[in-house]
């Protein structure tokens, strides 16, 4: 028993000087070790002078590219193909005869109605005569002329159905892949193409609240799509009046050019969205931030010693941020070896340019 109470012993000793050493090491590697003298070392770091500058407030967001017009081609009524004229993926002009349906049933029903319609004049122009000679009442001309007008209605409706049989594009486009052959009996239901306008297309986005009261319409701005990093340009034409209320965002639509067809609705852009350009802007490097939990702190020198400061930021880019309030020009901001730094820290600043 003597024996096992000597190793329980041994390695509770050993133990315990293991996480001693670490609390020492751990120490000396965030520079809080003392110098020979009591005193804390004195850490070195990088830091800058700050001055403003004029900032270009650009923000980068997600956005899809949609065609600026599109419409799903289909008949009206219901009957068998008896021509295509449109060439699959082929470019097509506004009213453009796209498929006819055939229509030798309709155009004997027009010939029977016309008929009736030449019967029903023929009838109201004696009832008038007779009507002004007192030959009969004033109801029964009443019925004549009522058949008369009932026959005009049903040529009208029978040359409406007639015109439905040949469909025309109802804008200038692109058709897509079509579904019908000559022969085919057609119904409203069929999808037969798709027709879409990708001269111009729109782009849509959306921007967060906050920045919600800078878009405006006719503003200008670029993006680029996968698999390629030309850029391309957009005017904002139309702004969402309401914030949405589940994504606290604001939905914006650019239109832009597409002439030479490059770009196809559909597509996954990245826009850049410039907003205001502020003068006299105080910009430092991301690597400067601390966030805490209150908001966000830098360290600056100062008598060389690091000092705390809370600051107020809002637009970020990959390398810079943009500091609102907190931070005066010439002060001198630490800029690296701030996470290991604590309040009254002796610094020695090495100035970057």
Do not use: C, W
């Not at 692109?174 to 000559?182: A, F, Q, T, V």
């Not at 003068?279 to 966030?291: G, H, L, S």
């Not at 107020?312 to 880019?317: A, D, F, S």
């Not at 907190?326 to 009254?344: A, H, N, Q, R």
């Amino acid at each position: 028993m003597k024996i096992k109470h000597i190793v329980y012993t041994l390695l509770i000793i050993g133990f315990g000087s293991f996480i001693a050493y670490r609390i020492v090491s751990n120490k000396n590697k965030n520079g809080d070790s003392k110098g020979k003298d009591g005193k804390n070392k004195e850490i070195t770091v990088n830091g800058i002078v700050i001055k403003t500058e004029t900032f270009d407030n650009t923000i980068s967001l997600s956005g899809s590219i949609e065609a600026n017009e599109q419409v799903e081609i289909r008949s009206e009524i219901s009957g068998i193909v008896e021509g295509i004229y449109f060439k699959e993926g082929s470019n097509v002009s506004k009213g453009q005869l796209l498929f006819k349906v055939n229509d030798v049933e309709l155009r004997a029903q027009l010939q029977q109605a016309k008929t009736k319609q030449g019967l029903a004049s023929e009838n109201e122009r004696r009832a008038k005569l007779l009507l002004a000679k007192e030959a009969i009442s004033q109801e029964e001309y009443d019925v004549a002329r009522a058949d008369f007008k009932l026959a005009q209605s049903q040529v009208q409706l029978i040359d409406a159905q007639i015109a439905k049989t040949s469909v025309r594009a109802p804008f200038s486009g692109k058709i897509g892949l079509r579904s019908i052959s000559p022969g085919t009996y057609i119904t409203p239901s069929l999808l037969v193409a798709k027709l879409v306008n990708v001269g111009q297309l729109k782009i849509t986005f959306s921007v967060p609240e906050k920045y919600a009261n800078q878009i405006k319409v006719n503003s200008n701005l670029s993006f680029t799509v996968v698999g390629t990093s030309e850029k391309h340009f957009a005017k904002v034409y139309a702004i969402e009046p309401e914030i949405e209320i589940a994504t606290r965002t604001l939905q914006i639509r650019a239109l832009a050019e597409n002439k030479d067809g490059k770009l196809l609705p559909g597509t996954f852009a990245n826009v850049e969205l410039p907003l205001d350009v502020i003068k006299d802007a105080v910009v430092i490097p991301t690597e400067a931030i601390v966030p805490v939990q209150n908001g966000k702190k830098v360290f600056i020198s100062n008598n060389g010693k690091a000092t705390e400061i809370m600051v107020e930021t809002t637009t970020r880019t990959d390398a810079s941020v943009l500091v609102l309030s907190g931070l005066k020009v010439g002060d001198t901001l630490i800029t690296s070896g701030v996470m290991s730094l604590k309040k009254e820290s002796p610094v020695k600043i090495k100035i970057k340019g």
